[in-house]
């Protein structure tokens, strides 16, 4: 035993091989890494090649009843307080301990890495192990990473120094500026494989090179262990993400296309991130509409069986019954008395009721199928039982108030109130709204609720979103769980700026603008002689995996809070950011590989990765940010962050492959698996776009 420091809780050692004749692998006692005061649990001390001395900081807890042994003889003048643990902390860096995150270079058993998370994450890691050593009396300091501005300077940026000193500063500290911080911010940095340099720019900024080595290392494990293994962490456990939500006895239209999509990509990325995602399609399959339905049902066959034929296009037979009901008043009082006998439980009405969705929920299934996304429905009418409960509760807080013969919640701010309850007694949005969180926050035990619909309906969740807050069922503080989201987006446009229709200004079904796109897609392909190369299953798969990919792409490219235009030409163009360049650049990376002759698992398995030349650098150091755009685009809910970050990460393929040969090189084996890691990080954005990959084109 060297020495020891002892505080209330915990304790510092400085040991050989042996505490007092006790090999230190015997003692079992799972460290805390020095400074960090975290458990590192089923860890054991273990000699190392370096067998001079070791150093670290453990819980009182972990060492009784082995305190006594390896508390040295009293000193004949004990002290009489007991040091503080900011004290320990001090004097175990003054002692210049050579601390590494994670890992240690001395006889302590190394722990695993801990290279989980995004890259900005576990920079974020080492430069919090600094600041409790820096400022150890300011406990809740969050390191401040950023990518650095300026590439020349760095990889990445601290920037705490700034905002640390302008909380210290007359509190009797030893720093005389922002400067002086960020230098002991960076002396006091433990030593990490990942951090080659670092350098202090400006009023303390902390320049940032990350290790090429261990960027490659990193890069070299994703392709063993998967790609999974660099999805990011969230703090949430449990998402419901509502969207597509079309309205029974209508056909999906283009209307449809961004909830439905944008939609699909959240609850995509918020998966690939753990999040148990419940995807829910709160379709419109309950309300006024369906009494005239089901009576002009009625008055078109008498027993009311019908199937999808007798029909035919549902939304015909909807314009046709809503032409009934605005044009005579006899029809109409029939209508709504279906209602009430609907609502009533009445079976023959329930009966017809239910034929109408099945039929509905048919055709949307078609397009969903061909969209790649799976959607449980929850309609309606499935909270509908749940209304009358939820509105009491809000009744005994107080929020309901009568209003010109309906029941309404007033909103602070809002000119209109919320309606909950119609003058005639029937219930609406709101009130299903809020049936629907009540239910999703104590039955399904959702921590954060995302809504995906057109802006035009952001003041109602607004309004829904603060009588939700007032009764207490969400935060007001929006970083805590649970909360909800609001994720609005534009309109579709034409080439006339108006909403996208069609020549006899129609709303574009979307069935047939995924025909569309297939179609023109596979005309390409034909002129290109691939009818010729390819099998006429090949064609068909390739054709619809671009045309709606293509669709789906130049939708989400875009922020979704603003309008585009729809144009064919432009999305079907293999130049520029396009679906159908990004999958041409896939194949093309893919057909490199194929071409070298080479076993890419084999490569994996034996092969090394190294990034000796500035592309190469370039093109692995923004694989390894893949996790940290994922993580962005799921807390901002923005689709557009991962497309752009696509869209970069084929340029900079194209500039690593101008520069360096891969096939027949000196590097070939390093350059091909760079290859493979490229593709593998395309093949996940595309999967997470909800766009299906094509290996040759």
Known sequence: MKNILESNSHVMLCVDMEVNGVPVNDLRIPPIFAFTFKKSNNQQLKPSKNPSVSMFIIEKSFLSPRLSLLRPPPHPHPSPTSPSRNYILKEAYRRNFPVKWAHSTSTMAAAPEDNTGSLKEQIAKVFEVSLKVTVPDEPEVAPLI????????????????????????????????????????????????????????????????????????????????????????????????????????????????????????????????????LRRNHVGDWGTQFGMLIEFLFEKFSDGEVNDQDIGELEVF?????????????????????VVSLQGGEEKYRKAWAQICEISRKGFEKVYQRLGVHLEEKGESFYNPYIPGTLDLLRKKGLIEESEGAQVIFIEGKKVPLIVVKRDGGFNYASTDLAALWYRLNEEKAEWIIYVTDVGQREHFE?????????????????????????????????DGKRFRTRSTEVVKLVDLLDEAKTRCKAALVERGKAAEWTAEELEQTAEAVGYGAVKYADLKNNRL????????????????????????????????????????????????????????????????????????????????????????????????????????????????????????????????????????
């Not at 911010?185 to 990490?192: A, E, H």
């Not at 303390?204 to 290392?217: E, P, R």
Request: charged residues 25%; hydrophobic residues 40%.
């Open 146 to 277: 950023a990518v650095c501005s300026k590439k020349e300077a760095g990889d990445y940026q601290c920037n705490n120094a700034m905002s640390l000193w302008s909380k210290i500063k007359g509190k009797g500290t030893e720093f005389r500026g922002p400067q002086p911080v960020g230098q002991a911010i960076m002396r006091n940095l433990p030593t990490s494989d990942m951090i080659e340099s670092c350098s202090i720019a400006g009023p303390g900024f902390i320049n940032v090179k990350l290790s090429t080595q261990w960027i490659a290392k990193r890069i070299q494990s994703m392709l063993t262990d998967g790609i999974d293994t660099w999805a990011p962490k969230l703090s949430v456990k449990r998402a419901i993400v509502d969207f597509s939500s079309p309205n029974i006895a209508k056909e999906m239209h283009v209307g449809h296309l961004r909830s439905t999509i944008i939609g699909d990509t959240l609850a995509r990325m918020l998966e690939y991130s753990k999040v148990d995602v």
């Open 318 to 338: 909807y314009k046709a019954s809503k032409q009934r009901f605005d044009g005579d008043a006899e029809f109409k009082e029939r209508a709504q008395r279906a």
């Open 463 to 495: 309004m829904f979103f603060i009588a939700a807050k007032r009764v207490g069922w969400l935060s007001n503080n929006e970083s805590e769980y649970p909360k909800t989201s609001h994720v609005g987006f534009g309109l579709v446009l034409g080439d």
């Open 562 to 697: 603003t309008n585009y235009t729809f144009n064919f030409d432009q999305m079907l163009n293999d130049k520029g950011n396009t679906a159908v360049y990004l999958l041409y650049a896939h194949a093309r990376i893919c057909s490199i590989i194929r071409k070298s002759g080479k076993d890419i698992e084999e490569l994996k398995r034996e092969g090394q990765l190294l990034l000796q030349k500035d592309e190469e650098r370039k093109l692995g150091l923004h694989l390894l940010q893949f996790a940290e755009v994922v993580e962005e685009a799921c807390t901002n809910l923005l689709p557009n962050v991962l497309c752009e970050y696509l869209y970069d990460l084929s340029e900079k393929f194209t500039s690593f492959y101008s520069e360096c040969q891969v096939v027949g090189s000196a590097e070939e084996t390093s350059r091909l698996l760079l290859c493979e890691a490229t593709a593998v990080v395309m093949r996940k954005c595309f999967h997470l776009l909800g766009i299906t990959p094509v290996y040759k084109l």
